[in-house]
Every structure is written in structure tokens, then in C-alpha cells.
């Protein structure tokens, strides 16, 4: 299967790595991964900060890149969530609600797409005896409802997902909301990271709420490790092999590890 | 129905300078300019998890009512009821000194008098004068039309006793019609409650229908006793109402 | 109670800065509502439950006129009486007035939000009237000259200590005093009013309409004691608090309960038709009813905020929200805090007295996971965020930016270029400087760039 890849504002500046850690996956599975180089922002913040018409001038740019595209793939789930469940809403009053239904039905974020689509459940067993704590972004749990997809991969692939209370709430990223306002936003990170249980690595499919609990990670001094869910898959699949792997970028993972983490990368 | 909401009604008593016409006027312009969406009917419950024999909807109620803290007594089917209450009450404690009884319960579900013992206690009552230990004073209701016993008014009773109008198996709670007194359903820190026989309904919808009909000025639903947990989030009993809520299945 | 909503960036800073107690009061009661909640919903089909719900509201409040009048003629049947209200001077007049005829000293509340609303108390003791709020947690904040904090548990954000502390002061009870101890003390106290009152004032759950019926939930059992022993009882109801018929009412009242605290309904329920005439009814000898608009009919005419009036103040919003969690309700401002107080406050109130409730959310969606009667919460927070931006209401370069991105989103090359320097520059020390990233930076170390962007990578092949 053909698939375009959507690699979102933050994959491309912060995750690079994990981005092209969904590419090694996809091809991995059998697709032909290709990359429409006019791609920009899919209008997320616009849409969220109320400003409609400069969020549907982003939509019509989004949705005719993809276009002609047999399946989009991102690396976030609430980018995803962004084309497939806010632009047939946002469409409607532009008349495009046809053309935005249609790429929804061809979009997917990640996990979302191994699963449904390609049905895929078993990756490899390369996160074996790994402790992880799954953070699932809220669009991607609430409007994706992919409430058992990543853990499910992740399992799969030999990792152990330990029950965190908070697993389910918002870290408080929300976009604009995390500058408008910072303390409840601040607030909201602490709640999920002061009922962190002890694990090897926080995984995300959302390079957003990454940045927002990394960042305030670090200005605690917790020194927890933040993995993105597509370098997480990747290494269900090619384990640890490589010496390049630990040299790899800050996008996979973020933060440092301090000794709380059970096992470092090699 | 439809039309006679934005009638005028110059004589209506509590309209402050045309408040209803006003208010009704903007709610007619707004329900005008939205289409008018139909009523879903009736809420299907969820069926019992083996619905080729669903539990009776009394077994269901006392496990409802009973997980809510509420407690069920069953009286012996060899006693009279009066003998029956008169026993339970006298076991529930020496702070037990005094009764108030709706006025709608019955003389047979009634404990009885103070100087009237039950009967199979040996006593045939009715001469020995003033209060035993354990013989309950009775309060009467406030209005009741035939005053049974005056010793105290409901709010110094220990016990009240009320009739139910019927109980719900669903949601574990007793209907208690104001036909009753009010005073007694709640002021006494022990509520003991008859249930007729027959009268547990499955579901709250089959029982708030049957009521429709004869519905009295007031209604309480009691499931189980008072609970308030507004103190440092831990549950306390007895607030307000009765501390403890005790159920009596008529069989 | 006063509108103080423009504070929360300032009031809500304070809240999680200076009284930690709040935040760790407050994080504690909610999540345990609501994992009851969830529980409970898991009981049943909330699913279907909750369209249900949904339905039987939008039925009632596009049937709203109709409905009303039905009401009006039941309760006069029954013989209890009928006023209207449209704002809260209005609904403060009735009740003053119906106080004064009945020389009214003493008067006995039940909890009401809409009381609060309508700034009921302050109106009432400044005539002479003894008021006694007899919920046990509206009692304590009474005691401390405070507002309700939750819609259904007005003290949670006070801890087992401040009470014991109030308590010990006010009511002289032992400063170890455990909740029991506590309770018994309020109850005493509250035991008196009940019998003494010469009123008692509550708010309405429900309101049916085909048989005139107040429905009033509760746990304490106060609410009983309020609509059954004074010789008058009157309830506000907002005119929204209608239902269409009895069947629908025990749906409701078991879903609310659910929604609310867990319970398979709530531990007293009382169901007001009028007042007693039955020989052997204690009850009280008059019962008024008083519609309250205080702009209701505003939010019922909105294109969108319409659907937040389906709300049955059962705070699972509340309690699911992580936002309200960090806080409580006071930061708010308002009578109605959380999620639904950010949608309904810029209907009752106009948007731009409730600026900026509709920008304190995330937007996560748990409030409508969470919600009875499935109101759109985050559409509804956006459609307002969209109105607040075409009115001018929000800082102008914020508008810039965003038009700005759309601009350079729509040209590949430049928006290319602008996010690679926008990256670079945000992590550097001169990001601490910029409007908002430096709020970002307050909190929360600067994000860190990859070294090769996703594009370079791919230029360079993927292996």
C-alpha cells in the first residue's frame, strides 16, 4: 500500500527521529512511504485558538496536498484527530464537507493505521522486559478513541505497561492553552508526573504533550525519559541492534536518564 | 397544549410587570427558530445479567437498599406484627425510649402501647401503669386525626414508624407519601419502614407511573439512611435524617 | 455572589502557588467522584442512557413554551403558586415579598445553585431574616463567608483540619473532633432552625410538567426536613429544570445520581406537587414556585450555547476535568465553575463579562465523556473562542500570530523557512524574551530541536 506521510509542525523540528522511525515501520509492513513536500500545519492552532477562517485556509492547503493520496499517515494523534474529526466539522461551513470527509477516511494516526487498517497486532519482541508508562494524547484516546491500540502494540512487543493513575488525563499541553495559561497548564504536567510510577521510559504518540511534560520534567530535575510511540514500535520491531540507535537524536528520546530508569539504551 | 403558552393571563398572581408573557415570548422566538425534536420515549433499563430467570425484584431490593447502608428486617411469620415490632423495637436498645407513628400506619402494624406489652410476653397487658424500661413511650403525629399516643412529638422520638406506598427494587428505595407524617419519616433517628406485600416494583419508572395517579402533595424516596461526606470527604450517617433506615418486608 | 471571572489567570495562580491545601483537597475528592462515576456508568448502558437524556432535553427545549405552561396549570392545580422571575432582582422581589407576608424570620436553605445565582442570601438578612444554609458543607462555607466551590460538593476544596479548626471556634466542639463529632455539632444547631423556621427555600432538580412536580436530590435528608417542616416552602427553578413527564423523570434521576456521585440515586429524593391538604400531612400550608429566566432565554436563543441547558448540575465535568482539579471553583469567579461554568457563564453573563473562561481548557473532552446529557463541552468552548476572537476580545497579537501562521502555511517555502528559525530561536536564551515562549520557559524547560529536521533526514534517505 501507498502511503503519504503527514509529519506535522513538531515531528519535523523536535521528533525528526521518530518520524523516521514511522517510516522505517511503514516500510517495514509492507507500504511505500511517500513524502509530499508541500505539506505545512495541518491548522490545529488555529482552529483551537476560535480563528475558523484562518484554520480553513490551512484545511483547503492540507487537503489538497493530500489529495490524490491512497492512505495519510501521522505520527501524532492529534494532528490526526485534526483532519479526520475537525475538518468535516470545520468544512461544513465552507461547502467542502465532501472533500474533508474523504481524506478523513484516509487518514490515520500510527497505531491507529498498523491496527485498523493493515491489521496488524504482533510487531516483533524487541521491548522486551521494558517498564513503560503509556501517556496517550487526549484526542488521541477521547476522539480517535484508540483506548487499547498503542498498548496493545506495545505489549506486543514484549513491553510491560505499568497502570499509572493519571495515565488518562491531559498533561496540559492544549497549545495555546500551555502560554495562555502557564501555571494551571505547569500544574496540570506536575499531577501527571508526581503519580509517575517507576518506569524505563513515558512513551506518547504526541510530540506536543512531549514537549509539555519533558519541559517541565526537566525543570523539576526529574530526569524521566520521554520516547515517542513510533521510535518506541520501530524498536519493538529492530530491538536494540546498531550502535547508531543511542546516538540518535533528541527527538526519540527526550530527556536524560538519571538512574530512575531501570535499563539505559546501549 | 400548543398555542397556550403566550396567552395572556393579566390575572396570573405571580406576575411581576409581565414577567411570564416576556419570558415565554423570547422562549416561543428561540423554540421558532430551531426545529422541534421529538421526545425518544421511554429509557430501556438494562435487562437482568440472566434474563431467563431475573432475580424477584424484592431480592434485588434488599441487595440495592442494603448496599446504599439501608437494613432490612423480616418479621416472624409465627407473631403478629404488633407483637413482631413491638419485640424488635424493644431489642434495638435502652436509647430507644420513645416511639412516633405516621398517621397512616395501621393499628396492626403498630407497636404496642407502653402499658400494653405484647401479648406473648407473658403480660395480658393493659393494667400495669406507668413505663417499663422496656416498654416504649409513643409519640402521634402532629395532625393526626386520632391521636394513638402523645407521650412526645416526633422530634423527641428515638423511633419513627412509617408506612411505605410501595418500594423499588431498581434503585433500593422505599416511597413514602406525605399521607403519612412527614416528621416521622424524618426527625427520629430510627426509621422503621412497612412495606406491604406485593408492593416492590422492578423499576422506578413502573412505580412513579402507578403513583401518577393518586399522587399526594409530597413524596420522599428513601434509600437508605441520611449520609453527608462534606467533612474531610469521609461519610458520616444521621446529618439531617434518620441515622439508621430499617426496612420490614410484610410477607 | 459577585463576578470576579477576569481574574482567573491571577486567582488561579494564587490557588495552586499559595494554598496547596486546595489543590491536594480538591485533586482528592475529584478523582474519587470520579472513578465512582465511572463506575457506575459501567453498571448500566450509559451510552444509550446518556442519548436518551440528550434526546428527552432537546425535545424539552424545543418544546420550552409548551412545556412551561403545563407546569404553571399542574402546580396551580395542585394548588401551589406560580411566579416568574425574569432576572435576579425580580426572583430576589418574589421572595422577599413572600417572606415579608408570612413575617418570616427564620428561614431554612437547602443547597441551590441558583440561589447563589441570584445573590438570594445578602437580599434576605439585609431584611432582618435569619438564613441557615442546612447542607452540612454549605453550612461550613456559611460559616466562613465563602461560595460554593462544586456544584454538588460545595466544601470539597476544605480540608478535615479547617473545619475541626472552625468548628472548635464556632461551635465549640473538641479541635480533634472526628467527622462524626462534627456533623453532630452542625446537626444540632441545624435541628433547631429546621423546627423554628418559618420558611424554607430550596432550589429544583427537576421540574415535571405534566404533574407539576419539584424534584429535589439529595443525601443528608435536609432538603426533606426543608420542603416538609416550615408552614411555607418555595423553590427557584430555572426554567431549563423542566422535564416533560414522570417517565422521564426516573430516568433522570437515577442517571444523575450516577452521573454525580455513583449512587443508584440519591440518598433522599423529595417530589413536591403542592402544598398539604391531606388529613395526616404535616407539610407546609403554602408552596410557591418561581421560574427563573436570568438569562436562560439568552443562552436558549445563542446558535450554539443552546445545548449547555441541558446541563443537571451533577458536576461530573467538574470532577473529570484536570483543569478544575489544579484549582477548584473559586478561580473561576463564578457561581458556575469548571467546564460547564466556562460554557454557561458567557451565556447567562454575556462572553464578555466571562472572558477568558472559554480559553481555561485544553480542551481534553473528558467533560463530555463524562456528561449525562452529552453536551458538546469542547465545541462549545470553541464556538465562544471563535466569537471571543471576532469580537476583539482576545490580545491582538495572538490574532497576528495565527493569521500570520495561516498566511505562511499556505506558502510552502516561506512557512518552511519561518518554522526552521522559529525552532533554532526558541531554543535559544533569547526565547525567554519572546511573548509566550517566555511563559512557556517560566514553568518548563525550553524544548530541544532535533539536530536534522524530518525534511533533511528524508532528503538524505531513510535507512
Known sequence: MKVALFVTCLADHYFAEAAADAVRLLRHLGCEVTFPDAQTCCGQPAYNAGMSREAVRMADHTMEVFADCEAVVLPSGSCATMVKKFYPRLMEEADRAVQAAALADRTFELAEFIMRRLGVTRLGDGLAGRRVALHQGCHALRELRLETEPAVLLEGAGAEVVPWEAAEECCGFGGLFSVKMTDVSAALADRKLDSLPRVDWVVSGDGGCILQLDGRGRARGDGVEFVHLATALWRGVDGWAGEAMAERDSGGRHGRSNGQAGRRLE | MSGSATRDRPESRGDLGGARARILARVTRATATRGKLPHPGRLETPPAPDPATPPAPTTTFVKRFTSQCGEVATPDPDRSPRDWLTSFINGLGDEVNAIAIGADVPARLQPHPPDMPPADAGTAGGESPGQSRHAPAVAGPRNSPQPLHHAVPPEHAGVGISLAWGAVAETGSLILPSTGTRAVQLLPPVHIIWVPAGRVFARLEDALLELRAELPAGVGLHSGPSKSADIGQTVVTGVHGPGRCIAVLES | ?463
Open chain 3, 1 to 463: 455572589m459577585s463576578v470576579r471571572i477576569s481574574e482567573y489567570a491571577t486567582r488561579s495562580r494564587e490557588a495552586i502557588r499559595d494554598r496547596p491545601e486546595v489543590r491536594t483537597a480538591v485533586t482528592g475528592a475529584t478523582v474519587a467522584f470520579d472513578e465512582k462515576r465511572r463506575r457506575a456508568y459501567g453498571e448500566v448502558d450509559a451510552d444509550s442512557w446518556r442519548r436518551w437524556a440528550e434526546g428527552v432535553k432537546n425535545h424539552l427545549l424545543t418544546h420550552l413554551d409548551d412545556y412551561l405552561a403545563e407546569a404553571e396549570a399542574q402546580l396551580e392545580a395542585n394548588g401551589a403558586d406560580v411566579h416568574w422571575a425574569r432576572d435576579a432582582d425580580e426572583a430576589r422581589q418574589i421572595v422577599l415579598a413572600l417572606a415579608a407576608r408570612h413575617s418570616a424570620r427564620s428561614v431554612v436553605k437547602g443547597k441551590s445553585m441558583l440561589t447563589e445565582e441570584v445573590e438570594l442570601n445578602p437580599a434576605l438578612e439585609r431584611a432582618g431574616i435569619e438564613v441557615y444554609e442546612t447542607d452540612l458543607g454549605e453550612y461550613i462555607l456559611q460559616l466562613l463567608d465563602e461560595p460554593p466551590s462544586h456544584i454538588v460538593g460545595p466544601a470539597i476544596h476544605k480540608t478535615l483540619e479547617q473545619v475541626q479548626h472552625l468548628f472548635a471556634d464556632r461551635l465549640e466542639t473538641d479541635p480533634g473532633g472526628d467527622p462524626d463529632e462534627l456533623a453532630r455539632a452542625a446537626r444540632d444547631v441545624l435541628r433547631d432552625a429546621f423546627i423554628n423556621a418559618d420558611m424554607g427555600i430550596t432550589g429544583g432538580n427537576f421540574l415535571v410538567a405534566e404533574t407539576g412536580t419539584v424534584a429535589l436530590i439529595e443525601n443528608e435528608g435536609n432538603i426533606r426536613l426543608t420542603t416538609s417542616l416550615p408552614r411555607v416552602h418555595v423553590a427557584l427553578v430555572g426554567i431549563e429544570k423542566l422535564l416533560p413527564r414522570m417517565s422521564d423523570l426516573a430516568g433522570f434521576l437515577q442517571l444523575t445520581a450516577r452521573a454525580a456521585t455513583g449512587q443508584p440515586i440519591g440518598c433522599f429524593v423529595s417530589l413536591v406537587q403542592g402544598p398539604a391538604s391531606a388529613p395526616g400531612d404535616d407539610g407546609p400550608e403554602e408552596v410557591h414556585v418561581v421560574l427563573v429566566d436570568n438569562g436562560r432565554t439568552d443562552v436558549l436563543l445563542h446558535e450554539h450555547a443552546w445545548e449547555a441547558l441541558r446541563c443537571v448540575r451533577c458536576g461530573a465535568c467538574l470532577n473529570t476535568c484536570p483543569v478544575y482539579r489544579q484549582t477548584g471553583g473559586h478561580a473561576y469567579g463564578w457561581v458556575y465553575s469548571g467546564p460547564i461554568g466556562s460554557v454557561l457563564d458567557p451565556g447567562l453573563l454575556g462572553l464578555h463579562e466571562a472572558m477568558p473562561l472559554p480559553f481555561a481548557s485544553s480542551l481534553c473532552g473528558a467533560c463530555f465523556d463524562a456528561c449525562p446529557v452529552r453536551i458538546p463541552i469542547p465545541e462549545l468552548l470553541l464556538s465562544w473562542r471563535e466569537e471571543a476572537q471576532q469580537k476583539g476580545l482576545t490580545p491582538w497579537k495572538e490574532r497576528a500570530a495565527l493569521a500570520g501562521l495561516a498566511t505562511a502555511a499556505t506558502r510552502p517555502p516561506l512557512y518552511r523557512a519561518a518554522a526552521r528559525i522559529g525552532t533554532r530561536l526558541g531554543a535559544t536564551r533569547a526565547a525567554r524574551k519572546l511573548p509566550m515562549l517566555s511563559d512557556w520557559s517560566n514553568d518548563r524547560d525550553l524544548p530541544r530541536p532535533s539536530p536534522h529536521t524530518f525534511r533533511q533526514l528524508w532528503r538524505q534517505g531513510i535507512k
